[in-house]
């Protein structure tokens, strides 16, 4: 079939050609479903000298909270990270706040409604089969990974699929761009482990569809497949929003195409489907931690309740710092913070400015405590008090300034805002040095934007303004966050942003399609790409392969 005849090939024979490309695309998808299933029904840590199938902190803070759930019908994880296990469950990635009893416990710091829907799963598995997480790890684990991650893999590329078909491009650029996702990305390697980022790009995958289909179709024609895409419209938005909640933003776009197309059914299906898992997150959350805030919100002390101006400030700087609480300070406490005896430390934040003295005052007899703050550079003898808000600073916290020396070099924090652009870009992390098959994506926002041939100008200017927001928010970070995601393969704050780059190859790979030159290219870019992925296949939670290889007289 010729160039031009492939080209005409969805208006003049859309039968014949969507039978054709699903038999190609039901090939790839299938193989790489059954790579994905294939490593997640073997996942083993083999970085350690015991058995495990977690991999990192990250996803036992997940796991901690399932067993709690299920095991101890608990939202604290106390029992459960407990040291001395055949098997390690503590994490790094905890917060300590009062519970409902009015005690100090430990909480998974991540979004709770993703390890909820696990520990249905689990509770499913425990009741139907008596099988325990605790005596019957790798099976439970397995088997749960193989549900939710199979699951979503095989959303992530068949929606991907539904897109393609919906633009008018040659076979051979169809194929690439599936190919690309089934194997190219590092979306796959995470599917052998517990986290947020794949479900998001399925999510935000199932939005590109449904959002690609909208603009397309008016809403006079085939209105119930019309109202069915606008109620898969909003739950898969809030779903990716609830899993990276960076995606809000594709949350808020998602909901105006969706109006701009029809207002009737905005209101009728977008809305409540979105709300519905909106009530879920923010639900959850506020059932897990008494507070509509995620835990990532509780990194800085509470907005002031009292304050006094004691003058010189030295004397009372100097009590506090060896442990006593002046009279003068003590006198101006709220009634709730007049404790009967106390501990006083001084704080150990990491993002303390400079001329802020802090001391964290906590009671003797229960776990309730406040803040004392003094402020050199507002008012020197101006002492305030503040209720502990910071849920990461506890005894023994990885996060503490006091545990620096203890953290791996990227949780150090890039201190150099241009040398963290260059890694996040095009260096040890890089976005397009460690998958080069995003230049071709970058590239094709362009194409997309300026061109009418293909009717997605809206959709490449989306991904461009989306793309760079998401990239600058992270760039825009302060030193402690300025980690590059952690000890992890790539740079997993934008995986959710991999499904509109996808769709954004497809006018490049069409455009480099014609020449057996350009299709070298292609694969090349593809191969490399490959490589990188396939580096961290056995665990996603290593460091790139170009971190490890980066010249040590050069800035990390």
Same mark, same amino acid.
């Given at each position: ?395 023994? %916290? ?135 992925? %396939? ?22």
């Amino acid at each position: 079939m010729s160039s031009a005849n492939r080209q005409a090939c969805p208006t003049e024979l859309p039968a014949f050609c969507q039978q054709r490309h699903w038999s190609i695309y039901w090939i790839l998808i299938a193989c790489s479903l059954a790579v994905v299933c294939g490593r997640i029904a073997t996942v083993q840590n083999h970085t350690v000298d015991y058995d495990t199938p977690f991999f990192s902190a990250n996803d036992r803070s997940r796991w901690a909270t399932v067993r709690a759930l299920v095991d101890e019908q608990s939202f604290h994880i106390d029992d459960v990270i407990v040291r001395g296990q055949a098997i390690n469950w503590d994490t790094i990635d905890k917060v300590q706040h009062i519970g409902a009893d009015e005690k100090m416990h430990a909480y998974s710091s991540k979004p709770p409604l993703l390890a909820s829907v696990v520990a249905a799963g689990y509770f499913a598995i425990k009741t139907f089969t008596g099988l325990s997480i605790t005596s019957d790890t790798f099976v439970v684990t397995r088997a749960l990974l193989l549900l939710l991650n199979g699951v979503c893999w095989f959303a992530m590329l068949y929606f991907l699929a539904k897109t393609i078909d919906c633009i008018s491009v040659r076979d051979w650029s169809r194929y690439y761009v599936l190919a690309c996702a089934g194997f190219g990305t590092f979306l796959s390697t995470f599917a052998v482990t517990l986290n947020n980022h794949l479900p998001a790009a399925a999510a935000a995958m199932a939005t590109v569809y449904c959002i690609t289909k909208i603009s397309r179709d008016p809403d006079s024609r085939l209105p119930q497949a019309t109202w069915r895409t606008f109620l898969l419209a909003g739950i898969a938005s809030a779903l990716a929003f609830s899993n990276d909640l960076p995606a809000l933003a594709l949350l808020a776009v998602t909901g105006l195409v969706c109006l701009w197309s029809s207002r009737r059914l905005t209101m009728t299906a977008f809305l409540p489907g979105a709300l519905v898992i909106l009530a879920a997150f923010f639900g959850t959350n506020y059932a897990f931690h008494g507070d509509w805030r995620m835990p990532y919100a509780h990194r800085s002390d509470g907005a002031a309740v009292a304050s006094v101006e004691i003058e010189p400030a030295w004397p009372v700087i100097e009590k506090l710092d060896v442990g006593g609480l002046p009279a003068l300070v003590e006198n101006a406490l709220p009634q709730k913070y007049r404790f009967s005896s106390v501990t006083i430390t001084p704080g150990d934040w990491p993002s303390t400015p400079p001329n802020v003295r802090r001391w964290n005052v906590k009671d003797r007899l229960s776990d309730q405590s406040f803040v004392i703050q003094h402020d050199a550079a507002s008012k020197l003898g101006l002492f305030s008090i503040h209720p502990r808000s910071n849920w990461y600073e506890y005894e023994g %916290s990885y996060w503490l300034k006091s545990n620096f020396e203890k953290k791996s070099l990227v949780d150090r924090g890039q201190g150099d805002p241009l040398v963290y652009a260059f890694h996040v870009l095009l260096g040890h992390h890089g976005i397009f040095s460690l998958t080069p098959i995003w230049i071709l994506a970058l590239a094709g926002m362009m194409v997309l934007m300026f061109s009418s041939r293909y009717q997605l100008r809206w959709f490449g200017l989306m991904t461009i303004v989306l793309s760079v927001v998401v990239v600058t928010f992270y760039l825009m970070r302060p030193t402690i966050d300025r980690n590059y995601g952690g000890v992890s393969s790539g740079l997993r704050w934008v995986f959710w942003l991999y499904p509109l780059w996808l769709v954004c190859i497809l006018p490049m790979a069409d455009s480099l399609a014609q020449s057996k030159l350009g299709r070298f290219f292609c694969l090349l870019l593809l191969a490399a790409s490959v490589i990188s992925v %396939s580096w961290s296949n056995l665990n996603p939670w290593v460091h790139p392969w170009l971190y490890e290889i980066w010249p040590s007289d050069l800035p990390l």
